[in-house]
Structures are given as structure tokens and as C-alpha cells.
């Protein structure tokens, strides 16, 4: 819808912003909660979240929000240079 109105992406983002903190709480349990054959084990979840320039800034902007962005606990950056080689920061 437009802005304002019922629909709108005003009244849209708080609502996907409660969804995606809600999932990266349940992934945050699942992962210090899981249970394998009686035995406590940790389990690893991964997650993404592009980042992409943004022109109108000069900066950068993440696809799924700051929410998203601040729900990591580790953070690896792979990104391609000039030259279409990636590379990898942890």
C-alpha cells in the first residue's frame, strides 16, 4: 500500500521486525538446547544476511534489517574483490 495507509510498509516492518528476532531467539535456543542421544551437544546454526552498498548513503545496508544484523553472536564477512576473487574475513 501507500504510505500511511492499511498495509502499509509502515505498519509492515515492525511486524517482520518482531517475526525475525522471534526466529533468531528460537535459533539461539535450538542452538544451546539441543538434545542428541541422551548427551548435551552443541549444535552450529547459520545464518545469513546480505549486505549490500547503498548508493544514497554511501555506505552500507543489510537486506534483513538491523534486528537481523544484531542477533549474531559470530561474524564472517565474504566478499568478492575487483578482480571476482572472493575473499574472507572471520
Known sequence: GGE???GSRRDYIPKRQAMLNSLASLLKMLASTA???GSLQ???V???NQVHGDPSRGGCKVTLGNV???AVNH???ISRSGHGR???QP
Open 35 to 37: 538434545v542428541v542421544v
Open 42 to 44: 552443541r549444535m552450529a
Open 86 to 88: 572472493l575473499s574472507f
Open 4 to 6: 500511511g495507509g492499511p
Open 75 to 77: 561474524r564472517v564477512v
Open 46 to 48: 547459520l545464518v545469513t
Open 68 to 70: 537481523w544484523h544484531h
